[in-house]
């Protein structure tokens, strides 16, 4: 029955005192192993751009320095979430049931998120709260 999928990510941070989101990228997935591969390539993908080589011939000598032992390994989560096919299942599971998925993760200055939801489940969702409130 869910065949389509709305996949996001996002980054958050605070500007000016409030809660900012980023979007980074979106998709519309028609199924469930386009949904999974398009979360786990993005999820890589972040994991690559927080986490570069420091030798690079695209840095300057000395513009990459390691963050301190006490920050918290953003893309090392990443990287282990797209290589885990016990999370891989639960997402897959949790889609075709018709559920939203978020996965996220956080240092100390950004949380990244992806998230999938089931497109036929947004629409009898919505479906429900037009019928529950043209019935009041």
């Known amino acids: 029955?869910?065949?389509?999928?709305l996949c996001y990510v996002t980054a958050y941070g605070i500007c000016g005192g409030q809660r900012v989101g980023v979007p980074l990228?979106?998709?519309?997935a028609?199924?469930?192993?386009?949904a999974l591969w398009w979360m786990r390539?993005?999820?890589?993908w972040m994991a690559e751009r927080l986490d570069p080589q420091p030798e690079d011939p695209t840095f300057p000598p000395n513009s990459i320095?390691?963050?301190g032992s006490t920050v918290p390994d953003v893309p090392g989560v990443l990287r282990a979430w797209c290589g885990d096919s016990t999370q891989q299942e639960l997402v897959a599971d949790e889609l075709a049931?018709?559920?939203?998925v978020r996965v996220a993760t956080n240092d100390d200055t950004t949380e990244y998120e992806?998230?999938?939801?089931?497109?036929?489940?947004?629409?009898m969702q919505r479906t429900a709260a037009v019928l529950g409130s043209s019935a009041a």
């Open 1 to 5: 029955m869910h065949d389509e999928f």
């Open 25 to 28: 990228g979106s998709y519309r």
């Open 30 to 34: 028609p199924t469930l192993a386009l």
């Open 41 to 44: 390539d993005r999820a890589a």
């Open 65 to 67: 320095a390691p963050v």
């Open 97 to 100: 049931a018709g559920r939203l």
């Open 114 to 123: 992806l998230m999938a939801e089931s497109v036929d489940a947004r629409r």
